[in-house]
């Protein structure tokens, strides 16, 4: 069994913070890694993904991995209402399926 | 537009009456997957497919079969469905790593 796992949360930021993502996984032959929003009663989205040790930056969107420490986050900047929503990781390994995490509640508070 | 399409949306029924979710995908992926999302578990992958005729078990294949005789549909089935069966269905099509989901499916077994 392969597990991502993430703090459920809530975690609530104010307006104009950042947001810290924070997840884990456990299969050390993992080589791509997702972050997915989904906002209430609506279909995951991809927010970006990283496959490198390092930060990647996408707009308001960073990630950075660590496959030592089988690590990876997602920073959201500025944070506004609209990113209040449930961030999924997602991973895919060394065969051919994808495993997500359950998810953090994000609320941004204006 | 890019799109995957699931149907029905919303289906109540009763333990052990066969039933069949479809999902369709114009973005002539190859790779395509369905999951359940339960409460606390997250998104869970059922079953895969690779291509056309090839299929394989995810981590909850159990009460579950899928077929692919064509590239674009990948339908679910549930021949005997049960109450623990209960839950929000969404098809993904995968290009690269990153999935496209289909709006989900909320599926009610009494």
């Known amino acids: 069994q392969k597990e991502v796992e993430q703090n459920s949360g809530p975690l609530s930021v104010p307006e104009g913070a950042i947001a810290s993502l924070n997840c884990t996984y456990s299969?050390?032959?993992?080589?791509?890694f997702f972050w997915y929003r989904q906002y209430s009663g609506k279909s995951p989205e991809l927010i970006m993904f990283?496959?490198?040790?390092g930060d990647k930056e996408d707009g308001k969107f960073t990630a950075q991995l660590n496959k030592a420490s089988q690590y990876v986050s997602l920073l959201i900047r500025d944070s506004q209402p609209s990113d209040s929503a449930t961030y999924l990781c997602?991973?895919?390994?060394?065969?051919?399926?994808?495993?997500f995490g359950t998810g953090t509640s994000l609320t941004v508070i204006p | 537009e890019a799109q995957v399409t699931q149907n029905p949306r919303y289906l109540i029924t009763v333990t052990g009456k066969k039933l069949t979710v479809t999902c369709s995908q114009n973005?002539?992926?190859?790779?395509m997957s369905w999951y359940r999302q339960d409460p606390g578990l997250g998104l869970r992958q059922i079953y895969y497919?690779?291509?056309?005729?090839?299929?394989d078990k995810g981590d909850v294949p159990e009460g579950y079969k899928v077929s692919r005789k064509e590239k674009r549909n990948f339908p679910l089935i549930l021949e005997s469905p049960s109450p623990n069966q209960t839950s929000l269905y969404f098809c993904?099509?995968?290009?690269?790593?990153?999935?496209?989901f289909g709006p989900g499916t909320r599926l009610l077994v009494l």
């Open positions: 299969d050390r032959g993992s080589q791509s």
């Open positions: 990283i496959y490198s040790n």
């Open positions: 993904a099509s995968t290009l690269g790593g990153t999935q496209y």
């Open positions: 497919s690779m291509n056309v005729e090839v299929t």
């Open positions: 973005m002539n992926h190859e790779y």
């Open positions: 997602a991973v895919s390994g060394t065969g051919n399926q994808f495993y």
